[in-house]
T-cell receptor
């Protein structure tokens, strides 16, 4: 079973603050993803990557940056956090296009006050 | 329009009853996945099913590409099956998955 670890599990920040969410996967998957989950909107893709140094824009990228530093590590950055970014964030990984199940981390609950 | 639609949005069963959850999609399909999520919890992969029928214990997933639908059948439901079931479509455009809105299942003892 693929292991995807997110940190922190919970985060509270103020409007305008900087936040970095971390994700590490240990199964050598090529693809990594950041999703946010909100009531009424379901799961929405923010950014994803197919390898170290690569970044692809998802469906709701505004206000977010991401960086894939290694095969294992994918970070989501909120440089000027806003209350609209209060959400449950999930990181996920998969082996690749058309060939892999998606494995999720436990999520990070972010509150922007 | 929404590419992936799930139905019903919510479902209440008595323990022992069967459930049929539907996922309809409007774009071409590369793969279809089903997930289970407890309230506030992570998502657990149930099936990776691009076509045909797959079984896992009391769960069965069937994807019919020509009809643009996938279903998840839960037999002899248990209270521990309660939670949200999500389907996710990978289209031809690549590795992006589009999620349906989910079906919230409640199984009463």
């Amino acid at each position: 079973e693929a292991a995807v670890t997110q940190s922190p599990r919970n985060k509270v920040t103020v409007t305008g603050g900087n936040v970095t969410l971390s994700c590490r996967q240990t199964n050598s998957h090529n693809y990594m993803y950041w999703y946010r989950q909100d009531t009424g909107h379901g799961l929405r893709l923010i950014h994803y990557s197919y390898g170290a140094g690569n970044l692809q824009i998802g469906d709701v990228p505004d206000g977010y940056k991401a960086t894939r530093t290694t095969q294992e590590d994918f970070f989501l950055l909120l440089e000027l956090a806003s209350p609209s970014q209060t959400s449950l964030y999930f990181c996920a990984s998969s082996a690749g296009t058309g060939g892999g199940r998606l494995f999720f981390g436990h999520g990070t609950k972010l509150s922007v006050l | 329009g929404q590419q992936v639609q799930q139905s019903p949005a919510s479902l209440v069963l008595q323990e022992g009853e069967n459930a049929e959850l539907q996922c309809n999609f409007s774009t071409s399909l590369n793969s279809m996945q089903w997930f289970y999520q407890r309230p506030g919890g992570s998502l657990v992969s149930l099936f990776y099913n691009p076509s045909g029928t797959k079984h896992s214990g009391r769960l069965t997933s069937t994807t019919v590409i020509k009809e643009r639908r996938s279903s998840l059948h839960i037999s002899s439901s248990q209270t521990t099956d309660s939670g949200t079931y999500l389907c996710a479509l990978e289209g031809d455009a690549g590795a992006k998955l589009t999620f349906g809105g989910g079906t919230r299942l409640t199984v009463r003892p």
